[in-house]
């Protein structure tokens, strides 16, 4: 999502004559897209902000974008008094008056109002991927996990009609896009905001429908609202991808209580089960904390069972990292960091065996890969499946030929815990 909030205000900007370098060094003016969702983002931000101080001299503007500038605000001007902008995303419509003021010699311009119902709406997005493209169809979130800065950082949640969502998929798939991926902090609680008030299974109904494409992917759904009408849509439309990222965060319902998630274990595992019982195989992927306030061994072990129960296909694991104004930074019983690492290194080995079975059993089958790159070093070319593998492999009888932006069929023939390894079948 942040990467596409960049690939958003970069295009806003050649829009108005500014043009993109390659290095920092080489640009007038640097405009640093920042996350805090954990400490150690956070922490990258400032040592970075310290290293383009050296260049600050030399007629250079540096603006701070995101959600650390959200959080910090104008604090980042006296932490780093050659910053001239600080925007959070919330901002980022008013972006071009602020470049403005910026060229009108001004020397401090902040963007920090949450009060909007605005979403970041430009046409001139420049995008990084030739072949997948990045839609924003909800931004913001109105949950409030007791771990999270993201309520405080994007404001609140504000979807975009479902008339400019299928305008956007059309003109990508004119340009010659055939992947689009519908983003949202919590894509599935998208609400139409137009007279026709489409809820997401049926927009992603309709996005799949538009010609030219062949994937459609979201991320990242919340399990409270994850509804089956969803799964009805995938089982209807091969061309929604057969992958669904649901971050469970936790196994022990008492966690999730805690953490203000708004679903149980049982109510989670029902939705899991819907995702098993679809009529293609459905990949379910996930996040995970470990180490949040008052997490016993017995929650953790909760939390490795569920690992053993859904057996996920792949899952971001973390260390609960306190943040600013969140309800749990002030929770008692906080985990010493060494048993943080500990739980985290636990998950870690338990969903590597997990994933080198799952992987495993995909030798011998034939899957459609969209071609992404190239591996010179190993004469590989390098494919994505549906369910979101990355599957290396040769293509033996199509020479040089670029492949890149093809749709090919691989057969699997070796697998390890993190990709697949085939042979295009021709
Ligand atoms: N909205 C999505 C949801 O609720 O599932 C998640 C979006 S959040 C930006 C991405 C992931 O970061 C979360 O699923 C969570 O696992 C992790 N995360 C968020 N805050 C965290 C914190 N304070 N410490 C550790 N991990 C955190
Ligand atoms: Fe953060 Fe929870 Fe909102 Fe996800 S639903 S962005 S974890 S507050």
Redesign the pocket.
């Given at each position: 999502?942040n990467a596409h909030d960049s690939e958003k205000v970069v295009g806003t900007l050649i829009s108005r004559g500014y043009a993109q370098v390659e290095t920092p060094e080489a640009a007038g003016l640097v405009l640093y897209n920042t996350c805090s969702?954990?400490d150690k983002a956070e922490q990258k931000v400032f040592h970075r902000l310290q290293q383009f101080k050296r260049d600050a001299g030399k007629g250079k503007i540096f603006g701070v974008l995101g959600c650390v500038a959200q959080q910090e605000g104008e604090k980042i001007f006296e932490k780093a008094p050659h910053v001239s902008l600080v925007a959070g995303s919330a901002s980022y419509t008013k972006l071009p008056e602020m470049l403005v003021q910026l060229e009108q010699g001004n020397r401090r311009v902040t963007g920090l109002s949450l009060d909007t119902d605005e979403t970041f709406e430009t046409p001139f997005t420049r995008r990084d991927n030739p072949h997948r493209a990045y839609i924003t169809i909800i931004e913001g979130?109105d949950?409030s996990?007791a771990?999270?800065?993201?309520p405080f950082t994007r404001g609140p949640e504000r979807s975009r009609t479902s008339a400019s969502v299928l305008e956007e998929g059309q003109r990508l798939a004119d340009a010659g896009y055939t992947e689009i991926q519908l983003l949202g902090?919590?894509v599935n609680s998208y609400g139409d905001p137009s007279a026709a008030g489409w809820d997401f299974a049926t927009l992603l109904a309709h996005v799949a429908g538009i010609p030219g494409i062949r994937r459609v992917r979201f991320t990242?759904?919340?399990?409270r609202d994850f509804i089956k009408p969803i799964v009805d849509a995938i089982d209807a439309d091969p061309v929604l991808c057969d992958h669904v990222h649901?971050?469970v965060?936790s196994g022990s319902s008492r966690m999730l209580s805690a953490m203000d998630?708004l679903y149980t274990r049982d109510e989670y595992m029902r939705r899991i089960e819907w995702l098993k019982n679809a009529r293609r195989k459905i990949a379910i992927t996930t996040?995970?904390?470990v180490g949040f306030p008052g997490e016993t061994e017995a929650d953790f072990n909760d939390t490795l069972a569920l690992l053993d129960e859904v057996e996920y296909d792949s899952l971001?694991s973390?260390?609960?990292?306190?943040?600013p104004n969140?309800a749990?930074l002030t929770m008692g019983d906080q985990i010493p960091e060494e048993e943080k690492t500990r739980r985290l290194t636990i998950v870690q080995e338990r969903q590597r065996a997990i994933q080198i079975r799952r992987n495993a059993a995909t030798i011998g089958t034939v899957q459609e890969v969209l071609v992404e790159g190239r591996n010179q070093a190993l004469g590989q070319w390098i494919g994505r499946t549906s369910q979101n593998r990355t599957l290396n492999f040769v293509a033996d009888g199509v020479g040089d030929e670029q492949l890149i932006g093809r749709y090919l069929d691989v057969r699997v023939t070796r697998a390890g815990p993190n990709s697949l390894v085939g042979e295009s079948v021709m």
């Open positions: 999502m969702i954990r979130c949950k996990c771990y999270c800065v993201v902090q919590n990242t759904s919340h399990p649901l971050p965060q998630r996040d995970i904390i971001f973390f260390k609960y990292s306190p943040r969140t749990a």
